[in-house]
């Protein structure tokens, strides 16, 4: 079981123009609603293009606060080459979470092959490995902040009907695969 730190959750996705970290975000919010919990997806944007590292923002809490999140409780990085691009913990709060998206375990932060699980159930668009609800599911199981059925059920509602089959298997076997890891 994973410790819950405080009421209210702080999450900061950082990934790629075209990842989907706002629909990551989103997604999660509603899953949190599904509930009854209060939840923001808070999106950022600018001047992105695709490729272009991207933030996107989400809060569940029972009171929620109307401002920007400076800091987070997770940092989930959809594309493990930013880490080595800029200072992803600059992100995080004093004992955050990190969740990344990359074969390179570290000290630091939890890794997760998400591209990978990508691939291997054809979650393909343009050409690149959509890894969103991958990374989204592994937030969930870390934090126990939405459980898996709201996510399936969120996911139900957000995704196209001809790949709703396929995130669903992605979501299942990464919520699997991190609730088997040994997290302190």
């Not at 923001?40 to 923002?57: D, M």
């Not at 459980?147 to 059920?153: G, M, T, Y």
């Amino acid at each position: 079981m994973y410790v819950i730190r405080n009421a209210m959750y702080e999450v900061i996705f950082l990934g790629r123009g075209g990842q989907g970290a706002v629909t990551a975000v989103q997604l999660l919010a509603h899953a949190a609603a599904l509930e009854g919990k209060k939840a923001q997806a808070l999106p950022e944007f600018g001047a992105e293009r695709r490729g272009a590292i991207v933030k996107a923002y989400l809060r569940i809490g029972e009171v929620l606060l109307h401002s920007s999140i400076k800091k987070a409780d997770y940092v989930i990085v959809l594309d493990g080459r930013i880490i080595d691009q800029i200072d992803v913990k600059q992100y995080g709060k004093e004992g955050a979470t990190y969740i990344v998206n990359t074969k390179n375990p570290a000290d630091w932060y939890i890794s997760i092959d998400a591209t990978s699980i990508a691939l291997k159930h054809g979650l393909v668009v343009a050409g690149w490995p959509v890894v969103n609800l991958i990374m989204a599911a592994a937030f969930a199981a870390v934090s126990g902040a939405v459980s898996l059925e709201s996510l399936l059920k969120a996911t139900a509602e957000y995704v196209p009907k001809r790949y709703l089959e396929a995130n669903i298997k992605a979501i299942v076997e990464t919520y699997d695969i991190v609730k088997k890891l040994k997290i302190s």
